[in-house]
């Protein structure tokens, strides 16, 4: 993500930017996993950059950007044990048409490239939310576990519980009930301050989310 808003400017091109900083994020990575506290790595670089900052470019060349991505990713993890690693994977925390996303079924398998245990993937948003179908066909590895976005982040409707544990149910279909988790598609603000959410509705969803994983957890 740090390549996507903060774009090089001094390096002769983007690859060598991009090298430069995974050196430079491997001390920041390794000083936090070290304190034993789990990686979050935001990356909607894989999926909002292809229609805001590579919108220019094909699918087949941001997909070459992406792979570049992954492998310059990888090399900053490399001494981080995967299982203390989280990454998630979103086409933008805004309330919006999303019609020129990218589809997940051409990201998919250069995300799962990524050495990472965790995979946080928005799934609620109305042009995503079929999506957990192709995980019938691209298999999710063994030693990872998907975390599917079952509440949206950009709406003030709070979800019914049994509307989150059919979300979690139909992704259990195609994914082994042991390699699953119940998240959010993305956060509520961007940053403090930020987002149109109501504080005490983003707990109401929240509430949601966990009683809808509990009736899941029953079903499946």
């Not at 959410?197 to 509990?214: P, T």
Request: with cysteine; proline share 5%.
């Amino acid at each position: 993500v740090i390549s996507v808003f903060m774009p090089n400017k001094f390096y002769k091109d983007d690859d060598e930017y991009m090298e430069k900083l995974s050196l430079l994020m491997t001390n920041e990575y390794k000083a936090i996993t070290h304190a034993n506290i789990q990686l979050q790595l935001d990356c909607p670089d894989l999926a909002l950059a292809r229609h805001m900052s590579y919108k220019s470019l094909s699918d087949e060349d941001f997909l070459k950007r992406a792979e570049k991505q992954i492998e310059c990713l990888n090399n900053a993890l490399v001494d981080i044990p995967a299982d203390m690693i989280r990454m998630h994977i979103c086409w933008g925390n805004y309330e919006g048409p999303h019609t020129h996303d990218i589809s997940l079924e051409k990201i998919l398998p250069i995300i799962l490239k990524a050495k990472v245990k965790y995979l946080l993937i928005e799934s609620s948003n109305p042009r995503h939310s079929h999506e957990w179908k192709i995980f019938g066909d691209i298999k999710l590895p063994h030693d990872k576990v998907l975390i599917p976005g079952l509440i949206d982040s950009t709406s003030n409707f709070v979800e019914h519980p049994e509307v989150v544990a059919d979300r979690l149910i139909q992704f259990s279909t195609v994914v082994p009930k042991d390699q699953l988790m119940a998240g959010t598609d993305c956060g509520f603000s961007t940053f403090a301050g930020f987002g149109k959410i109501d504080e005490e509705i983003c707990y109401a969803k929240l509430n949601s989310l966990v009683e809808g994983a509990a009736i899941a957890s029953k079903k499946i």
